[in-house]
């Protein structure tokens, strides 16, 4: 079953621990008065910060440590850039089958859909999901539009205008590989016009893009 890799850090729960999936983690935090926790895009970061004080990786402006209470989330979505849209990658294996897509933030529309991909990684899909998407809109002079994508990695790759993956090359991928010398070269010969957004999973939930397979 596909997944993305995300591994879950609950210091304050049922039973803290780190847990491998967002149905876990919510079996450990799920009415439990103010529950402490947070998503991470490796098992090492994921360990590290459990073993750490969540205060370092969980704070409010305030300094108070943030819960998800329903009347937060309320709070934090109205902050949501509704001039959006919202890119993300979907991995079976690492690597593994891979997809990528692109949706509107707030209705959740489809705006393309690309994959599967033969040995691919989820941090491809992102970086190429998200750079598809810059085109798509400087290709349409959409300028205002902001992008929201929930991966770190993607981000410093799109800023770098380098793909710093360790994805060996197969005889199955060669195709994936042309596609990320192409949006190199695409981020390397245009300048980047939409604002591209962090999107806070643990205040917010799943990014909109996300393919539901946790």
Known sequence: M???SKYYVVWKGIKPGVYYTWDECKAQTHGFEGPIFKSFESLEEAQIAFG?????????????VKSKSTNQASISKSKIVT??????????????????QCVETISKKLIFHRGPFKDGTNNVGEFLGLVHT????????????????????????VKNKKAKT??????????????????EHWLQTHTIKNEILK????????????????
């Open 199 to 214: 999107w806070e999973t643990d205040i917010w939930g799943e990014i909109p893009a996300d393919f539901g397979r946790k």
């Open 83 to 100: 001039n959006s849209v919202a890119v993300d990658a979907a991995c079976s294996g690492n690597p593994g089958l891979m997809e990528y």
């Open 134 to 157: 810059l085109a798509l809109l400087d290709k349409h002079e959409k300028y205002s539009v902001a992008i929201y994508t929930d991966s770190k990695t993607a981000m410093a790759w």
């Open 166 to 183: 360790k994805l060996d090359k197969t005889k199955y991928n060669e195709g994936l590989f042309d596609m990320i010398e192409k949006a």
């Open 2 to 4: 596909g997944s993305k």
């Open 52 to 64: 750490d004080d969540h205060k370092k990786y969980i704070k409010l402006s305030t300094g108070v």
